[in-house]
């Protein structure tokens, strides 16, 4: 079993920045790939990206390349999601996970551990 917790959220403007963090416990040999994933009320779950636990190998959703940045310690066993020039539609609650075996999917089913998520709001 893997612990999730998300931190880091909060209401920001639009063009401002945050960063989100994630804290893995518990089993985390397990951990071969992590991921970010966020779901908006009404909409589905949506992928933001992904890193490779090992291998550092790091993969961004569409809607968020050349803003966002994934970054992992593994030494504290945390990934971070460094969000710059936010913008209002990336208002949605922000869910970190980790997936294995493997690592990099898109896809939620993909992913076996979740953290509770963390609320991101984006004024206009």
């Known amino acids: 079993q893997v612990l999730l917790v998300e931190s880091g959220g909060g209401l920001v403007q639009a063009g401002g920045s945050l960063r989100l963090s994630c804290a893995a416990s518990?089993?985390?040999?397990?951990?071969?790939?992590m991921g970010w994933f966020r779901q908006a009320p009404g909409k589905e779950r949506e992928f933001v990206g992904a890193?490779?636990?090992?291998?550092?190998?790091?993969y961004y959703g569409d809607p968020v390349k050349g803003r966002f940045t994934i970054s992992g310690d593994n030494a504290k066993n945390t990934m971070y999601l460094h969000m710059n020039s936010l913008r209002p539609e990336d208002t949605a609650g922000y869910y970190c996970?980790?997936?294995?075996?493997?690592?990099?999917?898109?896809?939620?089913?993909?992913?076996?551990?979740w953290g509770q998520g963390t609320q991101v709001t984006v004024s206009s």
């Open positions: 996970a980790v997936q294995y075996p493997g690592f990099g999917s898109r896809w939620s089913s993909d992913y076996h551990y």
């Open positions: 518990g089993a985390t040999d397990r951990i071969h790939g």
């Open positions: 890193i490779s636990w090992t291998g550092g190998s790091i």
